[in-house]
């Protein structure tokens, strides 16, 4: 039993807030990613939940029980820190056993613990090597062990694999996933990687400069994004966002135009507030909802800058007037740098956002 | 590569040549004199003569008896000192760090003479602030001067007075080089301050804690200022005359250069000696 709990939870330090009231409800078992640019709070965040920040304002609750004032070697949580934070004196089996040593745990029950989580790593063979002797990927593995050997009912991430290469990133994710399954407890997971959130997160908490922008799944990020942040951070490569004008508001649709596509209009269909006509709006359309001409609700005329051609996809950096779309294209490898050609916008496949951001639905 | 090289040795010229003469010459003149008795006018090759005579000398083994009582006493006290001086400096909660490591600093470049003079002031028998102290507590002034006890108290409480800090600025840049993470995974695993100090802060300060000891030891080995300034040439009657003042007053009262040479030797063969036995004793287990 340990769900985990924010209710306004604030951090100044000094004068700088920089946590706004955050609420956040964590499942006991579920994976959570925090996910925002650098800066925006994260790290601090889970370490108000850790116990290594205090907390300005507001209760998180573990399992039920409020923990503002709980030591942090009380609160059923273990962290796995970015710099991996292994004691360099020490041997991997050292490293994995000190806590435990230190508190007089008993002998046989610390060396099941370790076998254990040497077992699940798969670090048994590294147990005589000091952290100088390991490979980054390894040296996260003896961070991990170390966290599940105190058996904790939380485990708190902050970016573990940022200091990682691309593929043995891949991998590690791949072993955490494997992980949480195999523990079944709480995870919570900080990020500025939108990839790592939306392969590990049962739910994906969207932060930027302190304030939660939106908690949901990762399919539901990406799909319903509330605001145009939410919608720039989640996916790659990022939202197109258009210019637009509302030119007219009736049988329950908007008619935009397009700001710099040649007065192009769109209808949308809308089921919430109107906004007003006349009022400027932007358009926000992924790179994979641009469709061949015709196909669409609207054309737009670009002119291919530079193609990335991925293999399974291509990605086109196109000039449209003085924006610059990034247009996916299945393996389209006849696209070259200076190729004219016309791409197509759903109205179904476009998100609506007022000028401050906020979703126009 | 070569000419590259040899450009390179041609610019270095001055300063090996000055290095050669200066430094590399009396190195071993001084091992030669060490074997030549030089009481007489020519000096004359005897390797017994000044190396046998320091094998009987009771002032050579009065000073060395001294120096290392010195050394096995003060470096040990001088280092933990400067262990919690550096582990106080490196606290969140202390104010003004600027100011404290510039007086932490500051005994090492004052001048020898005006410290010693200080120090005799402090220490006089009957105007000195140390024995009013004393005498303020109840305890009997002491003869810091005339006994050789106390005079030997004087000199490690002189010398830790003047390099203690010296070895905590040292010491506080090993600590800040430990990542603070390292201490909040300590925390996270309860593990308390004074634990993390001893099974975390001190194994990661070893080599440093090594580098000062190794320096304390080859500086205390040479002795000198302390001794001849503040307890007079060693006094009271030799009682701390260190093997840097017996060479002194071998090589340069009495001109008996052959004698000074090997007491020379001897302190640096001390020296190197028991860095080594030090080195070996805190090597990193492989
Ligand atoms: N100890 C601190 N003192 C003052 N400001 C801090 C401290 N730690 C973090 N901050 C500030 O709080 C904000 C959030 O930091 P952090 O949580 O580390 O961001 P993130 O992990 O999302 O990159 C940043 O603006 C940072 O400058
Ligand atoms: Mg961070």
Redesign the pocket.
């Known amino acids: 039993m340990a769900a985990v709990t924010l209710t306004n939870v604030v951090k100044r330090?000094g004068v700088?807030e920089?946590v706004h009231g955050a609420n956040i409800d964590i499942a006991d078992g579920e994976f959570v990613v925090f996910v925002?640019p650098?800066?925006?709070?994260?790290?601090?965040l889970l370490r108000m939940i850790a116990g290594l920040e205090d907390i300005s304002g507001g209760d998180i609750a573990i399992g039920g029980k409020v923990i503002n004032d709980v030591e942090p070697a009380d609160r059923g949580i273990a962290m796995v820190f970015q710099s991996y934070a292994l004691y360099p004196h020490m041997t991997v089996g050292q490293n994995l056993s000190f806590g435990l040593r230190m508190n007089g745990n008993p002998k046989a029950d610390t060396e099941r613990r370790v076998r254990k989580a040497a077992e699940i790593l798969r670090i048994d063979e590294l147990m005589q090597r000091r952290p100088k002797q390991l490979s980054g990927g390894q040296r996260q593995r003896v961070a991990i062990g170390r966290a599940i050997v105190r058996e904790p009912q939380v485990f708190l991430f902050d970016e573990p694999l940022s200091n990682l290469d691309a593929e043995l990133r891949v991998q590690m994710r791949v072993e955490i996933s494997r992980l949480h399954k195999e523990l079944g407890v709480t995870m919570i997971y900080?990020t500025?990687d939108q990839t790592e959130a939306m392969t590990l997160a049962d739910r994906i908490v969207v932060l930027k400069a302190g304030n939660v922008e939106q908690i949901g799944a990762p399919l539901d990020l990406y799909d319903d994004p509330a605001n145009r942040f939410v919608a720039g951070f989640i996916g790659s490569p990022k939202m197109n966002f258009l210019s637009a004008k509302i030119v007219d508001t009736s049988n329950s649709a908007a008619t935009i135009e397009l700001a710099h596509h040649g007065g192009v209009r769109l209808r949308k269909p809308l089921a919430e507030a109107f906004p007003a006509v006349g009022a400027e709006v932007v358009l926000g359309v992924r790179p994979e909802h641009f469709f061949e001409a015709g196909e669409g609700d609207c054309d737009i005329p670009v002119k291919a800058d530079v193609a990335e051609h991925l293999g399974s996809v291509s990605y086109v950096y196109a000039n449209a007037g003085p924006e610059e779309l990034i247009v996916e294209r299945e393996a389209s490898r006849q696209r070259a740098s200076g190729d004219h050609f016309k791409v197509s916008i759903k109205a179904e496949r476009a998100l609506l956002f007022d000028k401050a951001g906020a979703r126009i639905r | 590569m070569r000419t590259q090289n040899a450009t390179a040795y041609r610019f270095l010229t001055p300063y090996l040549l000055i290095f050669a003469i200066f430094w590399i010459w009396p190195i071993v003149s001084s091992f030669m004199i060490s074997f030549q008795a030089t009481r007489t006018v020519p000096w004359r090759f005897a390797p017994a003569f000044n190396w046998g005579r320091l094998i009987g000398d009771p002032a050579f083994y009065n000073a060395l008896t001294n120096t290392l009582l010195i050394l096995v006493i003060q470096v040990p006290v001088m280092i933990a000192l400067a262990i919690i001086m550096a582990v106080l400096l490196n606290s969140p909660l202390l104010k003004a760090r600027g100011l404290y490591r510039f007086a932490f600093f500051a005994p090492v470049v004052v001048g020898e003479v005006a410290y010693s003079a200080v120090f005799r002031l402090m220490f006089s028998l009957d105007f000195g602030i140390v024995n009013k102290l004393l005498n303020s507590v109840g305890i009997p002034k002491i003869d810091w001067f005339s006994n050789v006890t106390p005079a030997m108290a004087l000199i490690m409480i002189a010398v830790t007075w003047r390099w203690a800090g010296y070895n905590a600025i040292i010491i506080l840049a090993g600590l800040q080089s430990i990542p603070e993470d390292v201490y909040e995974a300590a925390t996270l695993d309860r593990v308390s301050r004074v634990k993390q100090f001893f099974h975390i802060t001190l194994p990661l300060l070893k080599p440093v804690i090594v580098f000062c000891a190794v320096l304390s030891i080859i500086g205390t080995m040479q002795l000198f200022t302390e001794p001849f300034l503040i307890t007079e040439r060693g006094g009271p009657g030799g009682g701390t005359e260190t093997l840097g003042l017996l060479l002194y007053r071998q090589g340069f009262r009495s001109l008996n250069f052959g004698y000074a040479s090997a007491v020379a030797y001897t302190m640096a063969g001390l020296a190197i000696a028991i860095t080594l036995v030090q080195l070996w004793l805190m090597r990193e287990p492989k």
């Not at chain 1, 650098?38 to 601090?44: A, L, N, V, Y």
């Open positions: 330090f700088f920089v925002g650098s800066g925006c709070g994260k790290s601090t900080v500025h």
